[in-house]
Structures are given as C-alpha cells and as structure tokens.
C-alpha cells in the first residue's frame, strides 16, 4: 500500500522567504506525483504536476522536483508572498485512486 | 468553463440522521470520485465511477456509505444513520478519463458536523 508522508506539518515564515515542502512515498513504482494547494473553506487547487519520466517541473514561482529512486519530491516556493499562506498537499496515483500526505500548513508572515 | 461543484457546502446534522451530498462533475468527464478529509488528516478514498462500469466501492468505510451516479453527470453520497466520526469533508473529483496521469480536478467540498 502506497503511503505518503509530508514534513513539516506547519511552516511559518516571513515574506520573501524561500519555502521548501517535503513529500515522500513508499513506492516508487509511480506514474506522476502532483502537487495541491488547498484554501480554508475552498477545494483542491492542482498546482503542478510531475510525469515519471521528469525530474522537476516549474510555473512561475513554483518549482517542483521528483526524485522517483528515493521517494521523494520537494515544493520550491520563491520570494513568498501572504498569499501563498494555504495547506499544501502531494498526491500520487494508486491506480486511479490519489493517496495524499495530510498537507504542509503554510504561514506568510507579512 | 465551470468547475465541479458541490452541495451543501455545510452541513450540521444529529448523530444518527441520514445526509445527503450532491457533486455536479465538469461536463464531460466521465470519472467521478469521492474522498473524505478528516481534520488533521490527508484525503482518503471512497468510491469512484467510470461511464457505465460497475463503480470501485473498496475505499467505502462501512455500509452505512453509498453512492449513485446518473449516467455521466450528478453523483450522490449518502450517509445512513450519521456517527459524530463521520464529521469531516467530503470532497468530489472528476476527471476526463481514467488513467493515472489525467488530472482530477477538486470540488470546493462539503463540510459534515455530526453533532
């Protein structure tokens, strides 16, 4: 069974800072890995996502790296904004059913 | 275009009531899927259609849980006689096609407080 685990659950961080979001699975046998941004009281957003053949994928601000042999993938978000405050989750295809981490809760302090 | 939605955005219920919840998916997109978010948790699985095959019930918690689908549009989730550990979000995906590189595109949700 595929398990993914996202750290840290919580980030805090001023305005203009770098953030860095860690995902990591179990199995690396993947077809994808994509990331979400989920805003209180709305859905899932699809922010980027990384085919198996990939080792990143980058829009705008974002960029996203997958490195499928260690199971893991990472968020880039540079010079960030109050706005990027949201819940950040990864999710990759088992089968045609996602498994997600519980999400990165990101703080923008402006 | 318009995106998937869903109805009631919240709902507050008695433990042991029924619920009902209603997903409208993007027009065109013949797979529709359910999932569960528990406070502090990731997404869970519930229960996916494709067109007219017979649906993937395998991530349905108990038979209190059902599901319906109409054809390729509305799809229902129904809680039979809630339990205060039903309380979370109930979010519905769809997506043109299945297969695992095509996006699933994220309802709003509707958040379930079983009091």
Redo the contacts between chains.
Sequence with gaps: KQE?TQIPAALSVPEGENLVLNCSFTDSAI??L?W?RQDP??????LL?I?SSQREQTSGRLNASLDKSSGRSTLYIAASQPGDSATY?C?V???????????TTVTVRA | GA??S?SP?NKVTEKGKDVELRCDPISGHT?L?W?RQRL????E?LI?F?GNSAP?KS?LPSDRFSAERTGESVSTLTIQRTQQEDSAVY?C?SSIV????E???????TRLLVL
């Design positions: 993914v077809y994808n994509q979400f009281g709305k859905g899932l957003t699809s996502l085919q989750l999710a295809p088992n089968d045609y059913k996602l498994s997600f981490g519980a999400g | 995106g998937v869903q955005s797979a899927y999932y502090g948790q990731g997404l699985f996916y494709q993937d991530g979010l995906a299945t297969a695992p590189q996006t699933q595109y994220f309802g709003p949700g």
